[in-house]
């Protein structure tokens, strides 16, 4: 590498010790400090209202989206001309006049316009007839982001070929970690002692983020064995000798004396400190790379390194995760070398939450049985029902195993729900404080965001929950030493002293440094509190809200609907005159519009109760259909049924292709509740609700409707939600008429 400082990365964690950092990084960084750190920077709170943050259905800001894209294309134009301004070109007006060029322009004019035709076929995500997954319209800013980021097309994987977006994405990852409860300290800050330093950067996607976090994981939970054979082996280690950990039954012992058992259930951050601790010793980082090179899980592989490190523990890792995961979880375990059957499915509850005393049980077999466990994923808002797990119980509940001498990491796979934490967070705080929220997060959704950032690492999409375009995924880590676990170009060793880029941790190697500028100008002006996200999501959830009203409400002659979300009273298994005495006054919110609503809410505290209560932990509203037979009773067929509510679902999507979407009157999307996976009690009484008859091996068909729109409930119309119950029961009529039902 030159010793040109415009090729180093000037982001060093700020508890790098000066005397650790080589001159050209201390330059480097003082050169950034001045040319960009002033304009750039992540801090302060929103103004303005999510109707100027959008598109809009009807593209109602399109002048400004032009405006803003032109201003783009000609800073972008004003770049190339400023560079070296006097150097010739190539595409002279003549060249312009020849017929080759011409050629080449009506053929580009002709295919574009294919091209733009063709996309009309496309699911028309931004309108407020989309329901169906986490996506609708974007926002501006991160469209323009994505756009005046993609004319400079930098690449993320190394700073020297991105040196803004690179930047970009430093203090996206900060503010996505902020966002997520870690704590960064403010600008010109200290640290707080004793607490580790956080790190997030930004990936394509979520299953991507899934995946590095448990391939963080497992090298973290193999890295302290792999040091006590180096230190064993090795004679220049020798020193390391006296190297002691914590215990979790209190004191401390010597590593290279402890059994294996006990140094793959230390503590994570003691784990993640190792290189450190060694180098702390006086062994050159560059040496201390070379010499566990041959002892760490990542170059000697999972195999190997159990038939040579491993006699006294046979038993292979494994992993916890709920019923309701995501499936990058078990392609996770493959991509990694530990096989799917790695991934010890845990059931869920009544609401789609982890079951804990399922994880309990898992936990006390596997400390039988010595199984090293490398995570237990709590998934924060559910891809299907956005059901959010228990995170506080199973952070408690790994306090008493680690009692017992079970360590393990815990992921939050907040991919879709990170960005709802925002309706907790008070505008403009850089801090970790979380209040109360203006709206309907439910005491319990409130209780688990509080200790997100006790995770050790979290994903969270922006392209989900942040209305950005693709690619935007994120992983963030609580200790931001983790993230070494994975550099292939220095296995387990503490070498932020030279850190080069972004680039070097994580699954991808190109990446786009436009991907950066999109979440980071959205999060510029669309601030991640109450003031920005949270003002968006909050509306959504008083949406999702009104929608669960309307649709448990829903009365139709020949088909009911049964939300999967159970409310107070069928909870409570409360007789049907209770029931019906419930749905009226549920009606009743259905009935008023939203100023109407509001001011009942505030001064009703028993209906606000009620309302609150209703619907999912966030806003995906899973149901399912079923009619009724010629006599008025309930169909108690389940395959029947199915058939229904998927019959349904092809008017309420694109699952088959059309010629036309302006038929298309509602988008939802579906799946289906499997007893292989929910388990048999789960889907059993969900049947039950349903009025079918449960059925031993056969799933339960159900719908999704996801709500990003806002402002469904107010529009120049009315109450946009009508519309919506209107199509989905006409959907329901054609599907029963298809079916020969009634
Ligand atoms: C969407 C999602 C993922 C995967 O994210 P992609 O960006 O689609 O790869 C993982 N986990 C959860 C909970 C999700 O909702």
């Given at each position: 590498?030159?010793?040109?400082?415009?090729?180093?990365?000037?982001?060093?964690?700020?508890?790098?010790?000066?005397?650790?950092?080589?001159?050209?990084?201390?330059?480097?960084?003082?050169?950034?400090?001045?040319?960009?750190?002033?304009?750039?920077?992540?801090?302060?709170?929103?103004?303005?209202?999510?109707?100027?943050?959008?598109?809009?259905?009807?593209?109602?800001?399109?002048?400004?989206?032009?405006?803003?894209?032109?201003?783009?294309?000609d800073s972008h134009a004003e770049f190339r001309r400023g560079f070296h301004p006097d150097d010739p070109t190539h595409i002279t007006s003549a060249m312009r006049a020849s017929t080759g060029f011409q050629e080449g322009v009506a053929r580009l004019r002709a295919d574009v316009a294919e091209l733009l035709d063709?996309?009309?076929?496309?699911?028309?995500?931004?309108?407020?007839?989309?329901?169906?997954?986490?996506?609708?319209?974007?926002?501006?800013?991160?469209?323009?982001?994505?756009?005046?980021?993609?004319?400079?097309?930098?690449?993320?994987?190394?700073?020297?070929?991105?040196?803004?977006?690179?930047?970009?994405?430093?203090?996206?990852?900060?503010?996505?970690?902020?966002?997520?409860?870690?704590?960064?300290?403010?600008?010109?800050?200290?640290?707080?002692?004793?607490?580790p330093l956080p790190w997030g950067h930004i990936t394509s996607g979520g299953t991507v983020a899934n995946v590095e976090a448990l391939w963080a994981a497992r090298n973290l939970k193999f890295a302290a064995v792999s040091i006590r054979q180096a230190i064993r082996e090795v004679p220049a280690l020798s020193e390391a000798k006296g190297l002691e950990v914590p215990l979790w039954q209190g004191g401390m012992a010597r590593l290279v004396e402890l059994d294996t058992w006990t140094l793959l259930n230390l503590d994570i951050d003691a784990?993640?400190?190792?290189?450190?601790?060694?180098?702390?010793?006086?062994?050159?980082?560059?040496?201390?790379?070379?010499?566990?090179?041959?002892?760490?899980?990542?170059?000697?592989?999972?195999?190997?390194?159990?038939?040579?490190?491993?006699?006294?523990?046979?038993?292979?890792?494994?992993?916890?995760?709920?019923?309701?995961?995501?499936?990058?979880?078990?392609?996770?375990?493959t991509l990694l070398g530990l096989g799917q059957n790695a991934v010890i499915i845990q059931r869920v509850d009544r609401d789609a939450r982890l079951d804990l005393e399922h994880v309990e049980s898992t936990l006390i077999d596997l400390l039988r049985r010595r199984v090293p466990v490398l995570a237990t994923v709590a998934v924060i808002g559910s891809t299907e029902e956005s059901a959010v797990d228990p995170l506080a119980g199973l952070l408690a509940l790994r306090e008493r195993s680690r009692a017992h001498g079970l360590n393990f990491a815990i992921h939050a796979d907040a991919a879709w729900g990170g960005y709802f934490r925002c309706m907790l967070?008070?505008?403009?705080?850089?801090?970790?404080?979380?209040?109360?929220?203006?709206?309907?997060?439910?005491?319990?959704?409130?209780?688990?965001?509080?200790?997100?950032?006790?995770?050790?690492?979290?994903?969270?999409?922006?392209?989900?929950?942040?209305?950005?375009?693709?690619?935007?995924?994120a992983l963030?880590?609580?200790?931001?030493?983790?993230?070494?676990?994975?550099?292939?170009?220095?296995?387990?060793?503490?070498?932020?002293?030279?850190?080069?880029t972004v680039g070097i941790y994580g699954v991808e190697g190109s990446k786009p440094g436009s991907a950066a500028a999109a979440v980071w100008l959205a999060h510029r002006v669309i601030r991640p509190d109450r003031s920005g996200y949270g003002h968006?999501?909050?509306?959504?959830?008083?949406?999702?809200?009104?929608?669960?009203?309307?649709?448990?409400?829903?009365?139709?002659?020949?088909?009911?609907?049964?939300?999967?979300?159970?409310?107070?009273?069928?909870?409570?298994?409360?007789?049907?005159?209770?029931?019906?005495?419930?749905?009226?006054?549920?009606?009743?919110?259905?009935?008023?519009?939203?100023?109407?609503?509001?001011?009942?809410?505030?001064?009703?505290?028993?209906?606000?109760?009620?309302?609150?209560?209703?619907?999912?932990?966030?806003?995906?509203?899973?149901?399912?259909?079923?009619?009724?037979?010629?006599?008025?009773r309930m169909n108690t067929d389940l395959a029947k049924a199915n058939a229904f509510n998927d019959r349904v679902f092809q008017y309420c999507s694109l699952i088959e292709p059309r010629a036309d979407v302006s038929d298309l009157d509602?988008?939802?999307?579906?799946?289906?509740?499997?007893?292989?996976?929910?388990?048999?009690?789960?889907?059993?009484?969900?049947?039950?609700?349903?009025?079918?008859?449960?059925?031993?091996?056969?799933?339960?068909?159900?719908?999704?409707?996801?709500?990003?729109?806002?402002?469904?409930?107010?529009?120049?119309?009315g109450d946009f939600l009508a519309v919506i119950e209107a199509a989905l029961i006409r959907a329901a009529h054609r599907a029963l008429d298809d079916l020969g039902h009634g």
């Open positions: 590498m030159s010793d040109d400082v415009s090729t180093v990365s000037p982001y060093l964690p700020s508890d790098v010790p000066e005397a650790l950092m080589p001159a050209r990084h201390k330059r480097a960084r003082e050169k950034w400090d001045q040319e960009l750190r002033g304009p750039l920077g992540l801090e302060g709170s929103t103004r303005g209202v999510p109707e100027a943050w959008f598109l809009g259905p009807k593209a109602e800001n399109v002048d400004l989206l032009k405006e803003l894209i032109m201003s783009a294309i063709k996309l009309k076929l496309s699911a028309p995500f931004a309108s407020m007839r989309y329901q169906g997954h986490m996506l609708w319209d974007q926002v501006l800013p991160a469209t323009i982001g994505l756009f005046a980021g993609m004319l400079y097309n930098q690449n993320n994987v190394a700073a020297e070929a991105s040196p803004v977006t690179t930047r970009l994405e430093i203090e996206v990852g900060n503010d996505l970690c902020r966002m997520l409860g870690y704590y960064v300290p403010p600008e010109g800050k200290a640290p707080k002692p004793g607490k784990v993640a400190g190792l290189p450190r601790a060694l180098t702390d010793l006086g062994i050159p980082p560059d040496m201390l790379t070379r010499m566990l090179g041959a002892y760490s899980v990542q170059n000697v592989g999972l195999i190997n390194f159990y038939r040579s490190f491993m006699r006294d523990v046979q038993e292979t890792p494994v992993f916890l995760a709920p019923a309701t995961s995501h499936y990058s979880w078990p392609k996770a375990a967070r008070e505008a403009g705080s850089a801090d970790e404080d979380v209040g109360v929220p203006t709206l309907a997060m439910s005491d319990y959704v409130q209780r688990q965001y509080a200790v997100l950032g006790k995770a050790d690492s979290i994903t969270v999409d922006p392209h989900k929950g942040g209305y950005i375009p693709y690619p935007a995924g963030c880590y609580r200790n931001a030493a983790m993230r070494d676990a994975i550099s292939l170009q220095a296995p387990v060793v503490f070498h932020s002293q030279a850190e080069p968006i999501l909050g509306q959504c959830m008083w949406t999702s809200k009104r929608l669960f009203c309307r649709l448990h409400t829903l009365d139709d002659t020949r088909f009911r609907v049964t939300m999967f979300n159970a409310t107070p009273a069928e909870r409570a298994r409360r007789p049907d005159d209770e029931l019906a005495a419930e749905r009226a006054a549920i009606r009743q919110f259905v009935n008023a519009d939203n100023v109407g609503l509001e001011a009942r809410l505030g001064a009703d505290p028993e209906a606000k109760r009620l309302f609150t209560s209703l619907g999912s932990d966030q806003v995906i509203l899973a149901f399912s259909l079923n009619f009724r037979t010629p006599d008025g509602l988008v939802l999307t579906s799946s289906r509740f499997e007893p292989r996976v929910y388990g048999h009690q789960f889907v059993d009484a969900f049947s039950r609700r349903l009025g079918v008859i449960p059925q031993a091996e056969l799933g339960v068909d159900f719908l999704i409707s996801t709500t990003m729109d806002p402002w469904t409930t107010e529009t120049e119309g």
